[in-house]
């Protein structure tokens, strides 16, 4: 039987398990990947609201990363919650000086949907520096337009972009990949299904893509099958916390 391959989530501890690392950890089990973790910050939350956060150091960040990396041939990186441009960018470094070639997929959490903030948003200008060496950011229509304000949008044929479309008036749901500057939207799979808001739904959409690029997928393919993954989560039942199937 061929070994399932590795992929890291960088991401912050939620005790619900909606969000963060024990989220993508469910996905990663239901998309036959080996999931790797590295706790960026503990939280202290529910379902609907979060009420405190303790970052850890980048050092032991950094030094877990090397560790996991020195010892599993990682394919993919999904990172979530960080707490500034300076955090991000040597979780960056650190990876790219073990594997150059892995895929690093940053889901560009800023705030949370209980509008508490994660990141500083004062060091938003010193990720010009960082973005291009992704290779996909998906922000959700909010913090699309965070990056947009600030001239922070990557160069499509360095990393693409998934703007998702689960926070917009227009185009409810709809999802939009930019790669190489050509745009591929993608539309929920069934008009008539009731989806239900979830708490960590982004968190799953971009675990779940991350764990399809490690399979080998190309962007649009793993953004494909990413966009079913979510469907089928955002429809699994009509509490906050969904299940995975």
Same mark, same amino acid.
């Given at each position: 039987?061929?070994? +399932?391959?590795? =992929?890291?989530?960088?991401?912050?501890?939620?005790?619900?398990?909606?969000?963060?690392?024990?989220?993508d950890h469910k *996905?990663?089990?239901?998309s036959k990947v080996?999931?790797?973790?590295?706790?960026?910050?503990?939280?202290?939350?529910? $379902?609907?609201?979060?009420?405190?956060?303790?970052? +850890?150091?980048?050092?032991? =960040?950094?030094?877990?990363?090397?560790?996991?990396?020195?010892?599993?041939?990682?394919?993919?990186?999904?990172?979530?919650?960080?707490?500034?441009?300076?955090?991000?960018?040597?979780?960056?470094?650190?990876?790219?000086?073990?594997?150059?070639?892995?895929?690093?997929?940053?889901?560009?959490?800023?705030?949370? *949907?209980?509008?508490?903030?994660?990141? !500083?948003?004062?060091?938003?200008?010193?990720?010009?520096?960082?973005?291009?060496? @992704?290779?996909?950011?998906?922000?959700?229509?909010?913090?699309?337009?965070? @990056?947009?304000?600030?001239?922070?949008?990557?160069?499509?044929?360095?990393?693409?972009?998934?703007?998702?479309?689960?926070? +917009?008036?227009?185009?409810?749901?709809?999802?939009?990949?930019?790669?190489?500057g050509k745009e591929?939207?993608?539309?929920?799979?069934?008009?008539?299904?009731?989806?239900?808001?979830?708490?960590?739904?982004?968190?799953?959409?971009?675990?779940?893509?991350?764990?399809?690029? $490690?399979?080998?997928? !190309?962007?649009? $393919?793993?953004?494909?099958?990413?966009?079913?993954?979510?469907?089928?989560?955002?429809?699994?039942?009509?509490?906050?916390?969904?299940?995975?199937?």
């Open positions: 039987m061929q070994e +399932r391959p590795y =992929v890291i989530s960088i991401a912050g501890f939620d005790p619900s398990g909606g969000a963060g690392l024990l989220s *996905t990663f089990e239901q080996m999931g790797l973790g590295v706790c960026t910050v503990l939280t202290l939350q529910t $379902a609907s609201q979060c009420l405190s956060l303790e970052w +850890r150091p980048i050092e032991q =960040v950094s030094e877990a990363i090397e560790i996991l990396m020195e010892n599993y041939p990682v394919s993919a990186v999904k990172i979530g919650i960080v707490k500034d441009a300076e955090f991000l960018s040597k979780i960056v470094q650190t990876v790219q000086k073990n594997n150059s070639e892995v895929k690093i997929v940053w889901d560009p959490v800023l705030k949370s *949907t209980s509008e508490f903030t994660f990141f !500083d948003l004062e060091t938003l200008p010193q990720l010009k520096n960082t973005i291009n060496k @992704l290779s996909l950011i998906t922000p959700n229509y909010n913090e699309y337009n965070v @990056l947009k304000e600030n001239n922070l949008l990557p160069d499509t044929h360095q990393c693409a972009l998934l703007m998702k479309g689960g926070h +917009r008036k227009d185009l409810l749901g709809t999802d939009i990949l930019v790669e190489n591929t939207l993608f539309v929920p799979a069934e008009n008539n299904t009731v989806y239900f808001p979830k708490h960590g739904s982004g968190c799953v959409l971009s675990s779940a893509i991350t764990a399809e690029l $490690a399979k080998g997928k !190309d962007m649009e $393919a793993a953004c494909r099958n990413g966009k079913l993954y979510i469907g089928k989560f955002l429809k699994s039942n009509p509490s906050l916390l969904g299940t995975h199937s």
